[in-house]
């Protein structure tokens, strides 16, 4: 199983890499299950809509993952629940949780789950994102489910290189998302759980994370109130990586990083 | 100008490191002031001592810098003052802090300076990094200091990122350090300043930042105490970067990342 | 039921406290049950061992209650499995957490829970406290379980309020710990809970929260790590509540705040 | 010198309380100079405007404070700088900061200096208060200042007694806000300074530190955006402090809590 997986697609140019660049990819790499992290697509770089949910689907897209920006456009309220490819992180807390944590596909017989995990630390208060990936990972064993592949949405390198030891051997493979920028330790670690800190961000490349820089750097200045802007201009980039899975075994056999960007073009 | 970088050295292990490969490094690259982050050497994998300064200097480094763990081996208060090689963050509070948080090197006639800065965000509290590198670079860029390379600690991507964007143009470059996990994305900014968000740690590859994992796994399992320990055993990992500098600019011609590790043995 | 409620007991002027006074309070208002909270007993001001459980309950605690605290002492993990009256956070988080996060009393004929809770507010990470709650209230309610008081170990006054104005009218009491210093706000809520956002420290008085003070402010200056020791001279305060509530409805009559200190002598 | 200080007011409550008993307290207590915060005086509970200004000064302040919500009503920015009886924290950071962090008054023939100053732990990046407040204290005493007053808006208890020991002798009084719940430990400290932790606040008491409990205890819950609003009904406290400090010395003869509530209504 071939797993192509692109990282938090930030406002407008976001989407204008996704749109441009995974058919490419999807052509060349030939990956079975496309994932894209949603978190930041609308034009404010906080949340999603339908209308972008779908475009993103149209782009390629099988499943869109999202992260503690899930909830700040409220209109993931009135489709997330009917939207079983879109998930949000699996430990959001509370009875009722719109939506779903996980998706489970059938890709030409194999079973193939998509997990959200939200980290705690420096975060937002959520469940136990331990307990709540030891749960479902019991029951997908269960079901016979062999791949299984989590976007863990945390802050620190710590506790995203913490979970996936935690889960080394138990799943194909995890990759961080939220810093938006992309590590360079792609790698399957001991017992066969393919691992990235941080797949990076997709959109705007010259401020920060995203965001134009000019308010970004009078928050730090100033430590006033600020509005965010997302960059509609200049460089622009594309994170992803590409993830083999042993079907029978459910581990990985490889993990390569993808940057598309000024300094790294597109080559195909 | 030629300057090499290397990452957090953590341990035993990241000693090994550094005493292996940056003589191979030098010879190689050739570069004319080499940078080593040492906040990390003692065995237990915070602090420094006059040892271990020694035995980094001996192995090739020029400068020692430091971060937040500066202060955790109280050795370093009876030999930091006396030190001019080893610095500590710039902007750590009170008076009369002890040591100095950057020095300056005449290479052939070049004046170099290294600056250790420390971040703010989920971080100790210090003084305004801003602030503070503003008033420095003012008063380097009076004494004709050309080339100034600054070893950001810091936790989070968007403020080493805002950082740069602030020095764009006024420094030679900004290369983070604290989070051990190399990004990908060393690049030249727009006005001439090169930037790595984080460079990475060297040392211990197996566990989570350098440290055993049953350890702080059960710490994420639990909320409760546990005992960390560096871990001895294992793959290793040697994290840099390489950065020419425009000695009449005192700008950035490039950046490369160095990364020596299993998945990236050293081919010279 | 009248309870009896003594805040966190902080080193051996802490247990001095005690030993002078709980007697004299409970000869004098003659509460039928007397929790104190002892997450800070041991000398250092961290934890709790077994001969100072001992001295706490022979001083005349029915219950003792914790806190962040309680895993500082190791000696916590060899006895409190077997010791009913010790009772740590009900929703510290992981697999067979030592302990237990309540413990329940028959005092002639009517059942008394006494719940230790922990926030998350600038805290460790642990399990939701209002989901945790919720499900102990719920089971306590089908046990006929009438008098319920929840000692809320937590920083922020809001997430204080917000757990009692979420409990109100199912409990009998909600008072914090954990910031040391008493709140002037004790008072039946509206339906019918009693609440103090805090009840205050027990033993010294002089420094910032139980602590010598030159170490804490040293700290404060220099961000530099400093060895924290528990005042063992000057003032010393005791602070704790009295609850009056009604057996039939489990709801307060009454919540009155009680202080002794040198600003508030001991009158009986 | 007799000082009132009257702790954060909010929202429209907030006002009316003041309006309604500030005259009353005015002609009962004698206060020679009358302190205000007013950080959440604007209907929505977040910064204050002019006319907000002008109307707590009507209703008998002589100064009013501020906090972190400072700059949340955008209005503040046009008329900080040229009103010189609202200050905001002395050490915000940045340059050419609007607005100032103290004030000034000759009150027949004394010299009073009112400052506002704020915590860092768990709150926003901010300068050294102990760093700025020290410089601040140096000029005042050259300039022979006697009575000073510090409002330390902060979070936790340990930054607001420690800050108060470091000035204690140096100053008249340090009283807390920001937690919106007064304490019940007023007392003059060894060398003099009076100090209370929090003063507490000034509005609607029935909710969470002034606003409506349910969208806070949603937002507990779900860990998703809510909402907050400020509570328009319901009981009502006010929460203030005196002081009385001698002329010469410039340090506390005694401090007084003030609470106006359903439980302590006034009393003249
Ligand atoms: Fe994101
Ligand atoms: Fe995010
Ligand atoms: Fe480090
Ligand atoms: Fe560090
Ligand atoms: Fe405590
Ligand atoms: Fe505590
Ligand atoms: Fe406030
Ligand atoms: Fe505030």
């Not at 990282?7 to 052509?27: A, F, I, S, T």
């Not at 209308?51 to 997330?80: P, R, Y």
């Not at 820089?213 to 600020?226: G, H, N, W």
């Amino acid at each position: 199983m071939r797993l192509l997986f692109v990282g938090d697609v930030v406002g407008n140019l976001g989407m204008k890499m996704v749109e441009q660049y995974l058919p490419l990819l999807k052509k060349d790499l030939k990956p079975q299950v496309t994932i894209v992290n949603g978190e930041n697509v609308t034009k404010v770089g906080r949340g999603i809509n339908e209308k972008l949910f779908k475009q993103l689907m149209n782009a390629g897209a099988d499943v869109v993952t999202l992260g503690n920006h899930a909830w700040n456009n409220e209109e993931i309220f009135s489709f997330i629940d009917d939207t079983k490819k879109l998930i949000r992180p699996l430990n959001y807390p509370g009875k009722d949780v719109p939506g779903n944590g996980y998706c489970q596909l059938n890709v030409n017989g194999t079973q193939v789950a998509i997990i959200n995990l939200q980290g705690r630390i420096f975060m937002e208060e959520t469940d136990d994102p331990f307990a709540e990936i030891d749960r479902l990972v019991e029951q997908l064993k269960k079901d016979q489910v062999k791949v299984i592949f989590v976007d863990m949405h945390a802050e620190t390198t710590s506790e995203k290189k913490a979970m996936a030891l935690y889960l080394d051997g138990k799943i194909s493979a995890l990759v961080g998302t939220h810093t938006h920028v992309q590590t360079s330790d792609a790698h399957v670690l001991n017992k066969g759980t393919a691992f990235l800190t941080d797949v990076g961000m997709t959109g705007p490349d010259d401020g920060v994370i995203g965001m134009e820089y000019e308010p970004v750097i009078k928050r730090f200045l100033t430590s006033r109130p600020s509005r965010f802007t997302v960059e509609e201009n200049g460089s622009k980039v594309l994170s992803a990586c590409l993830i083999d899975v042993d079907n029978q075994t459910g581990l990985a056999k490889a993990i390569k990083p993808i940057l598309i960007c000024k300094e790294h073009p597109y080559v195909g």
